[in-house]
């Protein structure tokens, strides 16, 4: 049934017919709608494109096993830095940035194991915008 229901959504978002969607499956409405409003307790609190809204924040997880201080150390040219549990988090970085931040963490000494790019979801800015206030 979801997948008519999307069918049908974006078939009319084709024929630039304007359709209200009021879902909790942000997912579906990241797939589906062109533009969004986020409402927290009868307000508004964000509206616009998706885009707009989700920003381009950018992060990267690589997996890497080697001395934690220098690994961090390296990663840190690159954007903000988490360390947990073998797994680097890179975040502020751009796609493009991810081959050089690879090879600087190689380069202090890293065994890589996984680069996990990750990009930000309206569920991610949803739960930031209502968790605000």
Do not use: Y
């Not at 229901?5 to 209200?20: G, M, N, P, Q």
């Not at 065994?111 to 990009?119: E, F, L, N």
Request: charged share 25%; glycine share 8%.
């Amino acid at each position: 049934m979801r997948r008519e229901v999307r069918d049908l959504l974006l078939a009319l978002r084709e024929r630039k017919i304007t359709v209200f969607l009021n879902s909790h499956l942000l997912t579906e409405v990241e797939r589906i709608c062109d533009r969004v409003a986020i409402v927290d307790r009868g307000r508004v609190v964000a509206q616009g494109a998706i885009a707009d809204i989700v920003g381009d924040s950018q992060a990267v997880r690589i997996r890497a096993q080697g001395n934690s201080a220098a690994l961090t150390t390296a990663a840190s040219a690159f954007g903000t830095i988490t360390n947990e549990d073998g797994w680097l988090t890179i975040a502020g970085i751009g796609p493009g940035a991810v081959p050089d931040a690879v090879a600087a963490l190689v380069a202090a000494g890293a065994r890589i194991s996984a680069v996990d790019p990750m990009h930000a979801t309206l569920e991610d800015r949803f739960l930031e915008l209502v968790r605000a206030r």
